[in-house]
């Protein structure tokens, strides 16, 4: 039975679509969603006919990253509830595969996002080859809002930004909006919300004008460029270094992520989120009055 929360479309021309269909829980990766999402990326891949695949979201907001709510999401709890170093590393792996299975495309993958990128969310969206950002679009590594930040296990940051601003968000946390992700050469196109799906959509009819060798070919070539700026070197140090700060539930901030999770789910923890992330624009907004309006 095919799962609700994707919805495959594949317009007559060579293009698939495929959507992120949990709008109401701000479409969150839980376990059904990320591996019917990974078994549309199979479809797409084998369907000859296909030359383009654009990656995007309904509702508001493109992703709000892994239901942390799920307890099959993210299973780093063995069922004695003592953290499990087995069962979180098997979960990194699993989200690696299907995070690398996107990146291996030998088609271009466009993704358009709209709203929030959070999290995996954020992931998801850094492994397309293009990106086609709406004007209320905010990349953010939410942890950090609750005092920790995770080595991502595709650090794309350091690969699409420049070092120094890759370097800054790491280690402060600041979110990446549409405005400041164009600057940055991150977005390709920032459009009007409404217009997003038409501006993804001509992106990748004007790909489909290259001949279909060809096109494969430009895909190739830039996958290699990357390889050769490391980015498949770094993979699994990085993947390493994730499941053992996933694995640190005794930690005060790990201590405080997961009686949250437990106790509220996910809405409960990303209200907690919420009042962290005000305070923290609280405290930026009074820097910036006193640094560049006092």
């Known amino acids: 039975m095919e799962s609700k929360t994707i919805i495959y479309e594949k317009l007559p021309e060579g293009i698939a679509k495929i959507w992120l269909n949990r709008p109401d829980e701000k479409n ?69 595969d299907v995070f690398e299975k996107i990146l291996n495309l030998k088609k271009p993958i466009i993704g358009a996002t709209q709203g929030k990128a959070l999290g995996g969310g954020w992931m998801l969206a850094m492994v397309c080859d293009c990106l086609v950002a709406a004007e209320n679009t905010v990349y953010d590594n939410n942890e950090m809002a609750l005092g920790m930040s995770y080595t991502m296990y595709t650090p794309f940051d350091a690969w699409k930004l420049p070092m120094n601003i890759a370097m800054e968000k790491a280690m ?86 997961n009686e949250y999770a437990r106790k509220y789910g996910g809405e409960g923890l990303f209200a907690r989120y919420a009042e962290k992330v005000q305070e923290l624009e609280e405290e930026e907004r009074k820097m910036n009055e006193l640094i560049y309006h006092s």
């Not at 709510?69 to 098997?90: L, V």
């Not at 600057?183 to 992106?203: E, I, M, Q, S, Y």
């Not at 494969?216 to 993979?235: D, F, P, S, V």
Request: a negative charge.
């Open 172 to 257: 402060t946390g600041y979110p990446t909006t549409a405005e400041e992700g164009y600057r940055h050469g991150l977005f390709n196109r920032v459009v009007p919300v409404d217009k997003l799906d038409l501006a993804a959509t001509h992106l990748a009819r004007r790909m489909l004008k290259l001949a279909p060798y060809v096109l494969t070919m430009q895909k190739e070539q830039y996958k290699m460029a990357y390889n050769l700026m490391g980015l498949r070197q770094i993979i699994p140090f990085a993947s390493e270094v994730f499941s053992i700060s996933m694995h640190l539930a005794d930690s005060p901030e790990g201590k405080e992520w």
């Open 28 to 96: 969150r990766l839980n376990r059904e969603l990320f591996f019917a999402l990974s078994k549309a990326i199979d479809r797409a891949a084998q369907d000859d006919e296909v030359r383009v695949i654009i990656l995007c979201a309904k509702g508001e907001d493109f992703c709000f990253g892994f239901d942390v709510g799920d307890p099959e999401t993210s299973p780093s709890i063995a069922s004695d509830g003592n953290p499990s170093w087995a069962a979180r590393r098997a979960n990194t792996q699993e989200e690696i």
